[in-house]
T-cell receptor, first 107, second 112 residues
């Protein structure tokens, strides 16, 4: 079993919709988590850090549920430019990434 | 801040040849990571260094792969001999302790 598992999607949503997806983790020692976005043929880029129960940055909200060991990412009022693959990772020493969730926002 | 710098951006080589990938981390970052990304396996950690010392190389596929970090500002990942199944995008990343990773642009390796 992988340390970090994600719903691969794809999530195909219209502009303006809300989309949410989860990332489950097995290493309970992870203290913080990070969401990255990766565009096709590019490097992953940090989207959001989650150090406590959650974080909000504009249209993006991340929530951490330690009891159930998952992190969620919610995107409100989705834009075409939000189309990407979203990767989650914990700060455990191996920094294992999930396989990514693909989101496609259509006009 | 120049970010993490990787070279080359693209590498095409024939099976059996030696390949060397290079990485310059962000100045001051204690940790350096090498990842490989393929469609089938996603983003896999190969090896990481802390203060130039290799800490965990359990992700290195086999003896054909080796990585070094001779100083705080330079690391190499070498494949010898290369095989077609090594074709992938190789990312280098660096970070401060407990902080997010900063990735380089990656090296797209094609082994024919």
């Amino acid at each position: 079993r992988k340390e970090v598992e994600q719903d691969p999607g794809p999530f195909n949503v219209p502009e303006g919709a809300t989309v949410a997806f989860n990332c489950t983790y097995s290493n309970s020692a992870s203290q913080s988590f990070f969401w990255y976005r990766q565009d096709c043929r590019k490097e992953p880029k940090l989207l959001m850090s989650v150090y406590s129960s959650g974080n909000e940055d504009g249209r993006f909200t991340a929530q951490l549920n330690r009891a159930s060991q998952y992190i969620s990412l919610l995107i409100r009022d989705s834009k075409l430019s939000d189309s990407a693959t979203y990767l989650c990772v914990g700060n455990d020493y191996k920094l294992s990434f999930g396989a990514g969730t693909t989101v496609t926002v259509r006009a | 801040d120049a970010g993490v710098i990787q070279s080359p951006r693209h590498e095409v080589t024939e099976m059996g040849q030696e390949v060397t990938l290079r990485c310059k981390p962000i100045s001051g970052h204690d940790y350096l990571f090498w990842y490989r990304q393929t469609m089938m396996r996603g983003l896999e950690l190969l090896i990481y260094f802390n203060n130039n010392v290799p800490i965990d190389d359990s992700g290195m596929p086999e003896d054909r792969f080796s990585a070094k970090m001779p100083n705080a500002s330079f690391s190499t990942l070498k494949i010898q001999p290369s095989e077609p199944r090594d074709s992938a995008v190789y990312f280098c990343a660096s970070s401060l302790p407990g902080s997010p990773l900063h990735f380089g642009n990656g090296t797209r390796l094609t082994v024919t």
